[in-house]
């Protein structure tokens, strides 16, 4: 279904759910929910935001999206402001910073730098700092040491109150003789310093069963991206929310059985712009009731 469609057959759910009476809805005749606060991953507008950081961060607030979690970009995740003058100009526009991503493989050996991004990070009001990437291993020695150095970091985010994730890309759920590298991690790291946001868009091409995922290790996630692919020429390629191949609903409602609790949009391919994209999955995420 695309974006008219979804939209035009929402409205028409709204204005049956007018006509109901309040007993049947309190009998849960209708049990659908809004995704409501939905936030963005800021490397979603990488080609404008390094410009004009404030402006285009009010214009992504003006959009719809309270929650920002941010990346590391040449300026820093916190995009060349303080940690409080990040926290203030935030909370003037309406928004939450609640994680980023950071450069992961250039702090893991040095501790120095890796605290020096947990402090930026909690002087902000983040609550997660995250691994955006690690990158396929070759074998499960590999895959080990992934484990060891993640519980190593997260040990020590957790120190400052602050909580360290994984966030997945689809080579850790494609199998490595017999076994998918992401259940692997999930099982040998501590789930009390290490947890984990699912990319909702590279479990689906990777063919992992997202709800059946969720059902067994759902407690360990607690962050989300939301996305939407086609393929084309054999590859993903990514879309406005409603225009790809992506059942967003069906999804979310696997998610919101799990641990999940906050939901980010996150596109890394446009159809025209990067601000008018995102322009467009706002309004989708707002008609969307899951």
């Given amino acids: 279904m695309n974006r008219r469609n979804f939209i035009r057959s929402t409205g028409i759910l709204t204005a049956g759910t007018v006509a109901l009476g309040q007993g049947e809805l309190m009998a849960g005749v209708l049990k659908s929910r809004s995704i409501d606060p939905f936030g963005v991953q800021l490397y979603s507008v990488r080609d404008v935001l390094p410009q004009d950081p404030r402006g285009v961060m009010k214009k992504l607030a003006a959009m ?3 929650q920002f979690e941010s990346y590391a970009g040449k300026k820093g ?6 940690p409080q003058e990040m926290k203030t100009f935030l909370g003037d526009i309406g928004v939450n910073m609640v994680s980023t991503h950071f450069n992961y493989h250039a702090v893991t050996d040095n501790p120095d730098k890796l605290k020096k991004n947990i402090e930026m990070a909690e002087g902000a009001g983040l609550k997660y700092i995250l691994c955006p990437h690690i ?5 499960w020695d590999d895959w080990k040491r992934i484990a060891e150095q993640f519980n190593k970091t997260g040990e020590e985010v957790s120190k ?3 909580k360290f994730g994984y966030h997945n890309h689809d080579y850790s759920f494609r199998p490595l003789e017999g076994k998918l590298p992401q259940e692997f991690l999930i099982e040998n790291t501590d789930p009390e310093n290490v947890l984990f946001e699912l990319d909702l868009c590279w479990i689906d091409v990777a063919g992992a069963d997202t709800a059946a995922h969720l059902k067994k290790y759902g407690k360990r996630y607690e962050l989300c991206h939301i996305k939407d692919y086609n393929i084309k020429d054999g590859k993903p390629l990514q879309c406005d929310l409603g225009d790809g191949s992506v059942d967003v609903k069906k999804t979310l409602r696997s998610v919101l059985k799990s641990n999940i609790r906050h939901f980010i949009v996150e596109q890394e391919q446009y159809p025209v712009s990067p601000l008018e994209s995102l322009k467009n999955d706002a309004v989708y995420m707002k008609a969307l009731k899951v």
């Fill in 64 to 66: 719809g999206y309270r």
């Fill in 77 to 82: 995740f916190l995009w060349g402001m303080a």
């Fill in 135 to 139: 990158g396929a291993q070759k074998s």
């Fill in 160 to 162: 400052a109150g602050l």
